[in-house]
T-cell receptor
Framework: GQQVMQIPQYQHVQEGEDFTTYCNSS?????IQWYKQRPGGHPVFLIQ?????EVKKQKRLTFQFGEAKKNSSLHITATQTTDVGTYFC??????????????FGSGTQLTVLP | DSGVTQTPKHLITATGQRVTLRCSPR?????VYWYQQSLDQGLQFLIQ???????AKGNILERFSAQQFPDLHSELNLSSLELGDSALYFC?????????????FGSGTQLSVL
């Protein structure tokens, strides 16, 4: 079945440093979504990318979808303590038809040291 | 507030018991998903319902079952509970009217099996 891997699993950064998490799927995705889960909270949708090679920005966050639609990245510039949490990528395989099962990556847990 | 309501928030029970987790989706959402999140684990997809019908099945154990009722709320039934079933169970909902399957998560039910 489809597997979605994320690296790194954990990342500690000093406040103000940049952070990047990478997401790789074993199958081609119809789209890629990113979610953030704060400690003790629930996943919250951040963004969706649909087109091959698409890049989207949200303030200090930059999201990229690979040309082959099998990988993605999230880059945070100048991290702040409010960025703390686990970042998940998720995507339905392009071949899943109407089922559109959303498989989540393993997540990257970001800790920002003040 | 995502608009997705899950009850109860916490559940403590013993091995061998049966519990029912409840989820009310956002107003207008026809699709409900159940995910399991164990300690330091990602989000494991269990099952999806759309407008009362099972749409997709993930790694759901035979001891687990779910259903979606005419009013679109959903219940996840866990029986013959084992210690390893202790986890955070999330319900999520989406419109599923287009290729955009953005999920809205509830705050989860923390299940502790003692």
């Amino acid at each position: 079945g489809q597997q979605v891997m994320q690296i790194p699993q954990y990342q500690h950064v000093q406040e103000g440093e940049d952070f990047t998490t990478y997401c790789n799927s074993s199958t081609t995705l119809s789209n890629i979504q990113w979610y953030k889960q704060r400690p003790g909270g629930h996943p919250v949708f951040l963004i969706q990318l649909v087109k091959s090679g698409e890049v989207k920005k949200q303030k200090r966050l930059t999201f990229q979808f690979g040309e082959a639609k099998k990988n993605s990245s999230l880059h945070i510039t100048a991290t702040q303590t409010t960025d703390v949490g686990t970042y998940f990528c998720a995507g339905p395989p392009i071949s899943s038809g109407s089922a559109r099962q959303l498989t989540f990556g393993s997540g990257t847990q970001l800790t920002v040291l003040p | 507030d995502s608009g997705v309501t899950q009850t109860p928030k916490h559940l403590i029970t013993a091995t061998g018991q049966r519990v029912t987790l409840r989820c009310s989706p956002r107003s207008g959402d026809l699709s409900v998903y159940w995910y399991q999140q164990s300690l330091d684990q990602g989000l494991q997809f269990l099952i999806q319902y759309y407008n009362g019908e099972e749409r997709a099945k993930g790694n759901i154990l035979e001891r687990f079952s779910a259903q979606q009722f005419p009013d679109l709320h959903s219940e996840l039934n866990l029986s013959s509970l084992e210690l390893g079933d202790s986890a955070l169970y999330f319900c999520a909902s989406s419109e599923l009217r287009s290729t955009n399957e953005k999920l809205f998560f509830g705050s989860g039910t923390q299940l502790s099996v003692l």
